[in-house]
């Protein structure tokens, strides 16, 4: 009983930590937005969002990064069933999702600045490189986490630590997702609108 | 928590997606786009929270959702402040109108430049 | 192999050597003092590795206490310049050493000496007053000051390898980017801001957390100790306000790092929007600072007066309109920078906004007086002294607060008179008082109160002969940050009344030195129980020297002050013990915060190599972190009541 | 001492002080409270204006402070104790309301004094203005007039009785213009070009400054204004200068050369023979290039 109380306790304690860590992401992105839409059409001669985005890429890391928003959720499922089967092989097309999506990304990046249009070269790229790339750090950083958390379920199996670090990852996942959204519209969309 | 939650969830968002990318690809007037996509992200942003976050689904008393309400007020400050700003700022500082600059520009490449 | 770094890092000018000479030598006295005695062992063991927030707490508070003591050293040299030097060809400070020293002067006093001294409070009284055994994350905490402790280190390694910023505390670029300040200085300041931002964001959630869950059974929002909700405001403003630092420190140092264009003056950059977003993030900062000293006060004058805080409810919500406000006048800091009058407007009107919560506050504090039993110790003395200085910075704010008087005041002196009016009759004032009032309940004696009262009178009368004077100045139309003017202005002998205040200010210090000294020689005599001051909240319910636990028993709380009215109803506190868990002491706090220099040092430096490997290190480090299994030890019921009998038998 | 000898000392002390400082710098010159223009002018009264209407709050607060310190101090035994009083309901809503109420007042006084004294539109007079365009350099000042097509450093002479239109930019860290006895400053920033409009009502010398740091010259960055009687002597002044023959010139090229750093504190006079100079350094540091702003601008009253 008094145990029962304590994980409560626990539980309550750092999901709700977590929770005000993701509140303070909000506002550092926020500030990374705010100056990308003051900086847009900075561009110093170089090219803008419109010359340079390749929307299809974009619309299928978007997809990819949604779906991998929701098997990560399917995993928090098969975790409650503890049915482990399932859960480990959602967790792995979260992690091959999220992998496809920094790929993407990186070439997307690397492309760009081969063709000379790096960070560089105009407040405009200085602004989105630093915006989309953040939120690429952070998928890096989870990835890193969603290893440490196989890592420790191969080590100790299903412990009640396991299940609330899982919900933390899961709450981060969505949350990147949430942030995507935002870059999807105000980076991608508005910027290749005409 | 169930996996209905979690499937709602994923078929709203992606439809969602769908349409602002449908809408931006079909050109309509840019200030009528912008409000469209900015809806569309909001709405979409309601339903991961509800769907996948599971936000206001905490017992009481809420210190996910009363810290989530304070941090987008926050933020919206913080941003619609900032664009304003240096809007007006940069409205207010500029040296030339659009149209002194474009005369001035073309000036500029008649010398040469 | 060293990047950037070679031997002309080295320091040349005199001034300077001294300096670095100095402090090296009393490094290295320390060292060789500690190692003589053998106390290696145990500062790691009690100290460094502790996660016990009254000792994260004294390890906050004695690292501010160095770092004011050497910003003290910088504004005498400051003063000392304006006030004697300022009229002749020749000073021993060149104009690039006098701004480094303003810049590090303005660095110091906010980011090592007064967040640290609030976190350091905070750290002391917060588990206390909500009855709590600890905080939420007992290592997070610890690795929030060993980043704070790491940002202090860097920024002054800067003595002597480099040079420091000399853009002013907030480096405006374009002046903070490559093309006018090529050399570390400026990656100096935004590595250490960096690296102790952090923390303060971490311990920000940290603290909102363990208020939010780990409240006394029984105390409700409404029946917390007001400096509990002061500290709640305070920290909502840290996780909302730092994390703008973060990302604008992010920025200007990728514009140095990556060859960016975020704040340069050419290829797009907008220096406006710097400016713009470090103010989102500094007004804030200040109400970080001066809130939880409001919260002090809050405690003190209820306890010297014998009386209930007046108007609980009031100051509450005066606390959260504070808040809320704080976050919406940002361009108060820049009218001068060309927006149009709505904006202007619109911005100075929410600023004098501001100034009804905070009336209310001080006519409350004073109305607590009223028919009370006020007693007149040091901290009531500063008390009074906060309110005539506060209500003085409170005028001259509201002043600047108007666009058009700003207009004609802005970057004078008028307006260094000013902050300095707030930050230190508030803040510091604040903190002076908290010193004066919590020392017995950690250490069993009070300080020297005759000692305390001269130290008192001379911050006092120092303050103002230092502070007044730059009002006028302002008026007659002298600058900040200036080295140097025509005697034909007038403005010496305001600046020589400046430099005398600066002086007496140090003697208030140095007698605070000498009270510290002299109060621990006669400890004996200045021994107190564990509630000398007739204390109304639960924090004087502990025993002196408070268990490592805090309480033995976790009764539950009935009141607002909750300790008085246990006393007036002379309830028992249980006596039935249980076992009890206590954090075990960790390494990682100190290590994180190694690997957190190595890696700013590194990017200051362009050693790439040591930037890799630190931050390699780093994140094995927090990985590593997380996976501990001997986190906690079990102190059983029966040492508990061993302990109690041990602690409470001495009570006079 | 006894403790009421604290408090009364707590609240003499900051009067005290203030009147020395107050008696001294009386004796001395104070540009902000003797301004010689309107704009200074109106910024002193909103001053004196502000400072007065503060005084209802903080004559209140230190009697109040001062009174209730003493009256109650633990000594006296026979004042009243309440030591479980928690509020007053009344009293608190009348020190929520006498703040709101103050603060009511001095929002109108401050909308209307921040349209009129903003600088970015220009002093009504029917007197034709004066325009001069600013350069702040490290580390010296250049004022340009076009339209008399000169070009000074470090000095600037207009006409008493006439407004100055200025538009002040920089080619170098963030300045700030600031002459205390005309009134209003602004920053001067790469890339911006900000408005500022003073008037000289009076003939006579003063001292403008860089009031944002800039760099190691920071504190060199002084000037003197020259306020000539009347609009006849600038003219004339200028037709003076200009029949001058054989004096240096400003243009484009020669510019590149005079920007660079210097510590260099000397008046100079120059003609200006490239009229779009100011334009051309403005610019420089264009911050965007695709023309946008949007036409929706509440701040544009002009």
Known sequence: ?194 | ?113 | ?652 | MKSWHAVVAIILLPIIIGLAVFAYASTQHVPVFDPQGSVGAHEKDLILFTLALSTVVVIPVFLMLGIFAWRYRDTNHKAAYTPDAEGNRWLELLWWGIPIAIIAVLSVVTWVSTHALDPNKPLESTVKPLNVQVVALQWRWLFIYPEQRIASVNELVIPAGTPVNFRITADGPMSALWIPSLGTQVYAMTGMSSKLSLIADHTGTFRGSNSNISGTGYSDMYFNVKALPSRQDFDSWVKAFNDRPKHEHLDLDQYLTFAKPTHDKSVQYLHLHDVSLYDEIVSKYAHSDSGHHSSKHEGHEE
């Open chain 1, 1 to 194: 009983m008094k145990d029962a109380v304590e994980e409560k306790f626990l539980f309550n304690k750092t999901t709700i930590g977590f929770w005000l860590y993701l509140m303070t992401d909000c506002i550092l992105f926020a500030s990374l937005f705010a100056t990308f839409a003051v900086l847009r059409h900075a561009t110093a001669g170089g090219p803008s969002g419109s010359q340079i985005f390749e929307m299809p890429l974009v619309m299928a890391e978007t997809i990819i990064l949604l779906t991998s928003s929701f098997t990560c959720g399917l995993a928090l499922v098969a975790l409650k069933a503890r049915k482990i089967t399932q859960m480990v092989v959602a967790l792995a097309s979260t992690y091959i999702l999220g992998a496809a999506f920094l790929t993407i990304e990186i070439s997307e990046f690397a492309k760009l600045i081969g063709e000379g249009n790096g960070p560089a070269h105009s407040a405009f790229l200085s602004a989105f490189f630093t915006l989309v790339g953040t939120h690429g750090l952070h998928i890096f950083m989870g990835l890193l986490w969603l290893l440490v958390l196989v890592a420790m379920l191969m080590r100790r199996g299903i412990t009640s630590k396991w299940v609330r670090q899982m919900t933390l990852f899961a709450l981060f996942w969505h949350f990147l997702d949430l942030v995507w959204i935002f870059i999807f519209t105000v980076v991608y969309l508005m910027g290749v609108a005409k």
């Open chain 2, 1 to 113: 928590m169930t996996i209905v939650k979690y499937v709602i969830g994923f078929v709203l968002s992606l439809v969602l997606t769908m349409t602002a990318y449908w809408v931006t690809v079909n050109g309509i007037d840019k200030t009528t786009l912008y409000l469209i996509l900015a809806v569309l992200a909001l709405v979409q942003m309601v339903v991961q929270l509800i769907f996948f976050l599971h936000l206001g689904e905490e017992a009481r008393p809420r210190y996910k959702l009363a810290t989530f309400l304070l941090m987008s007020f926050m933020l919206a400050i913080i941003v619609v402040g900032s664009i304003w700003i240096m809007d007006n700022m940069n409205y207010n500082m500029a040296n030339m109108s659009p149209n002194e600059k474009n005369d001035y520009m073309l000036m500029q490449h008649d010398k040469g430049f």
């Open chain 3, 1 to 652: 192999m060293f990047g950037r770094l070679t031997l002309d890092a080295l320091p040349h000018d005199p001034v300077t050597i001294g300096g670095v000479a100095g402090g090296t030598v009393g490094l290295l006295i320390i060292i060789a003092a500690m190692t003589y005695f053998k106390k290696w062992g145990w500062l790691w063991r009690e100290w460094l590795t502790s996660l016990d927030p009254k000792k994260i707490g004294v390890m906050y508070i004695v690292v501010a206490v160095i770092m004011l003591l050497r910003g003290l050293a910088d504004v005498a040299m400051l003063r000392a310049q304006q006030a004697i030097f300022a009229t002749s060809p020749n000073s021993p400070i060149s104009p690039d050493l006098f701004q480094q020293v303003f810049s590090a002067h303005g660095t110091i006093m906010i980011f090592f000496v007064a967040m640290g001294v609030i976190f350091g409070l905070i750290n002391l009284i917060v588990p206390l007053q909500i009855g709590a055994r600890d905080v939420a994350f007992p290592l997070l905490n610890s690795i929030s000051f060993w980043l704070f402790v790491a940002g202090m280190v860097l920024m002054n390694v800067s003595l002597g390898l480099g040079e420091f910023s000399a853009a002013g505390w907030l480096a405006y670029p374009p002046l903070s980017e490559l093309a006018y300040s090529p050399g570390t200085g400026v990656d100096y300041w935004i590595w250490s801001l960096q690296i102790a931002g952090v923390g303060s964001l971490l311990s920000g959630v940290n603290f909102l957390i363990t208020i939010f869950l780990m409240r006394r059974k029984g105390m409700t929002l409404m029946k917390m100790p007001i400096f509990v909700w002061s500290v709640v405001t305070s920290m909502v403003l840290v996780i909302f306000a730092f994390p703008i630092l973060t990302a604008t420190l992010a920025m200007l140092g990728l514009d140095r790092l990556l060859g960016m264009h975020f704040f340069t003056a050419d290829m797009g950059g907008n220096p406006m929007m710097y400016v713009n977003l470090i103010w989102a993030w500094g007004h804030p900062e200040v109400y970080i600072l001066v809130l939880p000293a409001f919260g002090v006060f809050s405690e003190i004058v209820p306890v010297f007066s014998r009386k209930k805080l007046f108007g609980y409810t009031s100051m509450v919500l005066a606390l959260i309109a504070i808040m809320i406000l704080s976050f919406t006048v940002w361009l108060h800091h820049f009218f001068t920078m060309g927006a149009g009058a709505n904006v202007n407007a619109f911005f100075g009107i929410m600023t004098m906004v501001i100034a009804v919560p905070t009336g209310v506050k001080v006519f409350n504090w004073i109305f607590t007086m009223f028919r009370g039993r006020v007693s007149f110790q040091t901290p009531m003395l500063w008390f009074m002294a906060f309110v005539a200085t506060f209500t003085i910075g409170g005028v001259t704010g509201v002043l600047m607060a108007v666009p058009g008087i700003d207009f004609v005041v802005h970057n004078s002196l008028f307006l260094v008179a000013h902050f300095h009016n707030m930050i230190i009759g508030g803040v510091l004032f604040g903190a002076f008082a908290a010193y004066a009032y919590w020392f017995p309940k950690f250490t069993g004696f009070r300080l020297h109160e005759g000692l305390g009262k001269v130290a008192f009178w001379c911050w006092l009368v120092g303050f103002l002969v230092a502070f007044l004077p730059l009002y006028a100045l302002g008026f007659m139309g002298a600058v900040r940050r200036m080295d140097h003017y025509d005697a034909s202005l007038g403005w010496q002998g305001l600046f020589i009344a400046a430099g005398v205040g600066v002086l007496i200010i140090l003697l208030g210090v140095f007698f605070q030195v000498v009270q510290l000294a002299y109060s621990v020689w006669k400890r004996k005599e200045l021994a107190v129980g564990p509630d000398p001051w007739g204390g109304r909240t639960l924090e004087w319910a502990t025993s002196t020297p408070i268990a490592e636990y805090n309480f033995a028993t976790l009764d539950a709380v009935h009141d607002r002050d909750a300790y008085w009215t246990v006393k007036k109803a002379h309830e028992k506190l249980s006596a039935q013990y249980y076992d009890i868990h206590v954090p075990n002491n960790s390494g990682y706090g100190a290590l994180i915060g190694a690997a957190a220099l190595g890696v700013g040092f590194a990017l200051i430096w362009h050693i790439w190599w040591l930037a890799g490997v630190s931050m390699i290190a780093l994140i094995a480090l927090v990985i590593s972190s997380t996976q501990r299994t001997d986190v906690e030890h079990v102190i059983t019921a029966r040492e508990v009541a061993l302990t109690e009998k041990r602690l409470r038998g001495k009570r006079a």
